[in-house]
């Protein structure tokens, strides 16, 4: 037999092993935080470097969990990126090898051994996870912090009104932060924005026109730094949605920002002091932030950017100009999204009417790939441009102008918008038919599919993705929901390697606790999502078709769940003995219990000027009033939203894999169903801890 001269490849994987690796990138991470950790390390493996299989120890600990201690050990192998990270425990033994990221934080090339039933070692893994990001306060450690924040020095004692209502300007430090983390991003492109940063910028809304002001003075120099330039850009769409995060929730202060910069935009594009590549990727950063404008902005914006060459007006110009990209449009795209996607980076110039012409133009278009992109254009904020789309597919239809998918997604999409929307497009329809247009079938779903859901967050949102490898190669996508919103987002990611889909999933495991779910309740919640847009009179995001083809969502229609009937329903489902007035009280206070620990609820809490403005009555001193405050004048207006909050939580709690979840499920069922009722709130022990986690917020935040 031929002696084997090349070492097996490791074998990939499993859930558990994923699970090792989170947790031993999570120490590492956590031992290399100082960022002087790293350069001390280095010079101590020079001085002890390993030999052979021996490592180098760099930190001992021992976690105490529910079934023994857990020994925890980080070392060093020969290489300075090489790691071990080594776990011992009663039950298990295992070890994580790997090379290590210190740029992206996570390692790479891992070898997993262990020794150990699987579903012990899956618990302790939970445990440590939970130990290693920290527990919340518990109602005790909450009074006692709540007691620490006391400034006993003060004579008087001030109110929350006091503080104020909006950031600070700048200061000189911030600024020159700013250059340090956009000369990082440059350095290094393709890297994430590091985590504290990240933080540091959401927590520091006021340097919006710093990234501004230094962008423009990026662009605009001599020297043309591309990298530098394009740093800065990155910087200018993140900030923008972190103070469209604050617009959302009502700070005047906030749209007053956005404003100054959209008027720095229009005057920018006026004096064309910058090269206007530049300039339209700053009108880009609006629609990446999903920023809201106006039509007013819209063709403010249009005009400035789009400066005529001959004595023909902005408008001619603006329809030669786009006639000439269409054409170009459909030599690079592949499929109607991406005609859709096109045009959306291009959304921050477009006005309404612009956009109903472009419905017209495509439709009218010789190139196929470009008339099927006519019906997506019906999901358009706009009514007007959904009724001219409308209009477009009633003009060609026709089968030697309309193909079967696009009778099929205009068939589709009639469920998608406001019945007031729905008139002409039945005509369009109608008169395709008669005509013989033939309805196309529905794509075949991403084979071997397997579903996530994230738990619903302080803001309603939750994540909702996919993923699929049935060869080398394989998909990543989802959507992002909103309660009392719908979709606010999409992505798709194809031909990815398995390691990378791994990744991603880790990743977005890390961001928010999420769980296997089936199919059926990717379904409820999206039609729950679709309805509620629809409810509005307003329309889900364009590529939510896309994600119904991948995801095999030919059903979805707009069907909003009637909260107070679901509530009732899902009480109806437990057992007799756990409806009655003392098991609901129990119940309940099983759930006040587990709530004020969890830290998928920490964020549950109602905040913005409102809040402030109520709990600026009070003294700082009075956190018993503050509560009570919160509980008679700030949750009862909201009483119908946090209805809706616990019910889609406790049907996320019932379609998980986590049976640690599914537990929670009755308890869940119980707050819905009294908040669906007409009791007090004030009999819903879990509600007090939303009223305390405002009361925090407020006083930590203040804007």
Known sequence: MAKRTTTPPAPEPDGIDESLILVAEMLLSEHFFDPGQEQAYKQRLSANRAAGTEGVLLEDDTIELTDGACELRIEALRTWTHFRVGFVHPAFEATVEGTWSFETEELRQTRVKRTGDSETIEVAVEELIEEIEGPGLDDEEFAGFIDGLDDEDDEE????????????????????????????????????IAAEDRSWLEETPQVLPVIVEALIGAASAAKHDEALILAYQVLLALQ????????????????????????????????????????????????????PLSDSVLTALAEAGFKPDDDD???????????????????????????????????????????????TELALSPHQTLRDAVPLMLLDEDPSVRKGAAGALEQTAHPETMSPDTLRRAIA????????????????????????????????????????????????????????????????????????????????????????????????????????????????????????????????????LEMAELFGGAEWKDRRL????????????????????????????????????????????????????????????????MVALVMTDILPPKRADWAERFLMMALWSRAVSEAKQQVKARDLMLVAHGLAGDGPIGAIPMMAVIAMQTVRATLLGGW
């Open 413 to 544: 999409l009639r469920n998608w918008i406001p019945a007031g929307d729905r008139p002409p497009l039945d005509a369009a329809i109608r008169k395709a038919r008669l005509a013989g247009v033939e309805i196309g079938a529905w794509p075949a779903p991403v084979p071997g599919l397997e579903f996530h859901a994230s738990t619903i967050d302080g803001s309603g949102a939750q994540s909702l993705f996919a993923v699929g490898c049935p060869g080398k190669k394989g998909f990543f996508g989802g959507l992002l929901i909103r309660l009392g919103v719908g979709v606010v987002d999409t992505w798709a990611d194809h031909d990815l390697t398995r390691g990378k889909i791994n990744k991603l999933l880790r990743e977005a495991k890390m961001q928010a606790s999420s769980f296997t779910v089936d199919k059926a309740f990717i379904d409820t919640m999206v039609q729950h999502a679709i309805g509620t847009a629809v409810e509005q009179e307003n329309v889900p995001p364009t590529l939510l």
């Open 157 to 192: 004692v001030p109110l929350i009104g006091d503080d104020p209502t909006e950031p600070p300007d700048a200061t000189p430090l911030d600024r020159n932060r700013v250059k340090a983390i956009a000369k990082r991003i440059a350095r290094k492109p393709a890297a994430d």
């Open 240 to 291: 923008l949605e972190f103070v469209r995060y604050r617009q959302d929730r009502g700070w005047e202060w906030a749209s007053d920002m956005i404003d100054a910069f959209l008027d720095r935009l229009v005057v920018l594009g006026n004096e064309a002091t910058i090269p206007r590549d530049d300039w339209f990727m700053m009108c880009n950063a609006l629609t990446e932030a999903r920023v």
């Open 562 to 625: 009637d909260i107070k009937a679901e509530a009732d329903r899902l009480f109806e489902t437990l057992d007799a003995g756990d409806r009655s007035p003392e098991a609901v009280e129990a119940g309940l206070a099983h759930g006040l219990d587990w709530m004020s620990k969890d830290d998928a609820f920490s964020s549950w809490f109602e905040d913005g000027p409102m809040v402030q403005k109520t709990l600026a009555k009070l003294p700082r001193t009075d956190r018993i009033g």
């Open 313 to 359: 007006g902005p408008p001619e110009q603006m329809m030669r100009t786009l006639r000439g990209f269409m054409d170009e449009l459909a030599k690079m795209v592949s499929s109607p999204f991406e005609v859709i996607y096109a045009l959306q980076n291009a959304g921050a110039m477009l006005p309404a009417t612009l956009r109903g012409f472009m419905a």
